[in-house]
């Protein structure tokens, strides 16, 4: 069967293709449209449907829309019960209206696509097969997801067996960890569905001074679900203007904010692991698998291997909403019997050959060279100490970058922090993240290994925290992406190039793109990024800008 999957209703929207249980392609709207999430979250935009991510997963399969049959949509209107608590009352109606629209919609931006071939998918059904049906290794085993909402709940809990998933909780609005943690991102100032990991970072600037207080609000429930009652969130500090970033007349950042943001991050870690304990005592399964927007807290994430019940856990790189258009494809084809393969990495979205890259760079009227040794040149670079553009192969599916659209640096100069959020525009108090070849990983960092998807935190090792300083975030932890030469090859080629020149097996590794914009996907991207921010060296495919000779006169 060839299956597309869509994800539009709430943030995010996305498509991936899946044939014959293969997946394909996977790609976020965002990354063509270039507007940050695709969308904003509001019941009015539902109708936006991820049009050009739709389209390139089928170019890339060489499919028409006519070939598809079938279209898995992550969200059921029909669960979505007019009055549900925690919905928006004045608009839900709207977005219930988008959904039940949605095939005609979609019929319209694809011609060819068959309006009587769309299935509705539950939304949280949708995040549990994109975890546990794209997971690597056995099937089996036990799922947990927590995001804002769904259709009329923020949370499931259950297990697969033999590819059909068993639901054994589900939270119901307006209880929601998802959405409490969204209330504390706009509380501090941020941009709510968007910048919740600013408060993660944030937190490890505090203490956990409010806990008591989160502790009587936030509670697991004896049937495997929690309860979250509202908070006063400006009894426990000032409330920050949205949009204004750190300054401009904004109230400052105290204590008090990163105090709080402590606090409930450690609430957040108790409660989901109560919940991991409770799915566990009633399975004995010694595999999770993780989704949801809430799945990309890697701090929890962390708390729960080290502290959980599980043996393993697994998490979707793309947790958050986009990943529900690859889990509700998933879905329909466990329901019709296809054999499902697991995920085969991160590196699904785009590409381009040799002789289209060098075709851009032409239009571009730039100089570059094609060294014989492109991993070479990098790593020399690196070793001066230059910020080197890394853009190689396909595209990440999800919102880290993991070696194919990275900002690449020094990890030994702790200046290297400061810098790097200054060419990216972002707040000082953000940590950048290393990627560490496999074979090396454990001799630096303590934690779960492998970690191929920077989807967990590791406590640096004393004697190592000075040798990579850029990368120790203040609570001497870093959130690590190993690298195998298996996986990613050239990544793991360049790492050991730097490793002989430095003595350091590590890389600083950030999203290519600035602050506010998507990560950087096709080449004009990247040139305009390029050409934009203080970057040294553009390693694009096998090709080499140097900034000093773009800029030379």
């Known amino acids: 069967m060839r299956i597309l999957g869509i994800n539009s209703i709430f943030h995010d929207p996305a498509a991936a293709l899946l044939v014959d249980g293969k997946v394909v392609a996977a790609a976020d709207e965002e990354r063509f449209s270039r507007r940050k999430h695709g969308k904003r979250p509001v019941p009015f935009s539902a109708w936006e449907l991820p049009e050009m991510a739709a389209r390139w997963c089928l ?187 750190m300054t401009e007349g904004n109230t400052e950042m105290t204590d008090d904010h990163a105090d709080l943001a402590a606090s409930v991050q450690t609430r957040l870690e108790e409660v989901i692991l109560d919940l991991a304990i409770w799915l566990h005592g009633r399975t004995g399964s010694r595999r999770l698998s993780m989704a949801g927007g809430v799945a990309l807290n890697c701090v929890a994430n962390s708390r729960l291997a080290e502290a959980g019940p599980y043996d393993e856990i697994w998490v979707q790189p793309a947790a958050g909403d986009a990943g529900t258009a690859l889990g509700a494809a998933l879905h329909v084809a466990q329901e019709a019997g296809e054999p499902i393969e697991a995920m085969p990495g991160a590196a699904l979205g785009r590409d381009w050959d040799d002789r289209e890259l060098a075709a851009r760079l032409d239009t571009a009227r730039i100089p570059y060279e094609r060294p014989d040794d492109l991993t070479a040149v990098v790593a020399e670079a690196l070793a001066r100490n230059e910020i080197v553009a890394w853009f190689q192969g396909r595209s990440e599916w999800g919102p880290r970058a993991l070696g194919h659209r990275s900002l690449l640096a020094h990890p030994g100069h702790a200046g290297n922090l400061e810098r790097l959020n200054a060419v990216k525009g972002r707040e000082q108090f953000r940590p950048i993240a290393p990627m560490v070849a496999l074979d090396h990983a454990a001799q630096i960092f303590e934690g779960p290994i492998p970690s191929p998807y920077m989807l967990f935190v590791h406590r640096v090792r004393p004697e190592w925290r000075d040798r990579i300083a850029a990368v120790v975030h203040v609570d001497g932890t870093a959130r690590v992406q190993t690298v195998s030469p298996d996986e990613n090859p050239l990544v793991a080629d360049l790492i050991e190039a730097f490793r002989v020149r430095t003595g350091l097996p590590v890389l600083v590794n950030t999203s290519l793109n600035t602050a506010g914009r998507p990560m950087v996907d096709d080449p004009r991207d990247a040139l305009e990024c390029f050409g934009s921010a203080p970057v040294d060296l553009l390693a694009i495919g096998p090709y080499v800008v140097r900034r000093r000779e773009v800029f030379a006169g």
């Not at 969200?75 to 009352?89: C, I, N, Q, S, V």
């Not at 941020?190 to 990991?197: A, G, K, N």
């Open 59 to 245: 170019e890339r399969a060489g499919i028409e829309p006519g070939d598809i049959d079938a279209v898995a949509y992550s969200y059921d209107p029909e669960l979505a019960t007019r009055g549900t608590p925690g919905h928006d009352k004045k608009w839900e109606q709207l977005r219930t209206l988008y959904a039940e629209r949605a095939p005609f919609f979609l019929a319209t931006a694809l011609p060819g696509v068959d309006a009587g071939a769309f299935r509705y998918v539950p939304h949280h059904v949708a995040h549990a097969a994109s975890a546990a049906l794209a997971a690597p290794g056995p099937g089996d085993g036990d799922v947990l997801v927590l995001d804002g909402r769904g259709e009329a709940h923020s949370h499931l809990s259950g297990t697969y067996r033999d590819g059909a998933l068993t639901t054994l909780s589900a939270q119901a609005l307006p209880h929601s960890l998802g959405l409490m943690y969204e209330e504390l991102t706009e509380h501090l100032g941020f941009l709510r569905s968007s910048d919740e990991y600013k408060v993660m970072a944030l937190a490890s600037y505090g203490r956990p001074r409010f806990l008591d207080e989160m502790r009587k609000r936030v509670r697991a429930t004896d049937d495997g679900g929690f309860a979250v009652d509202p908070v006063d969130w400006g009894a426990l500090a000032k409330a920050r203007k949205p949009g204004l970033g």
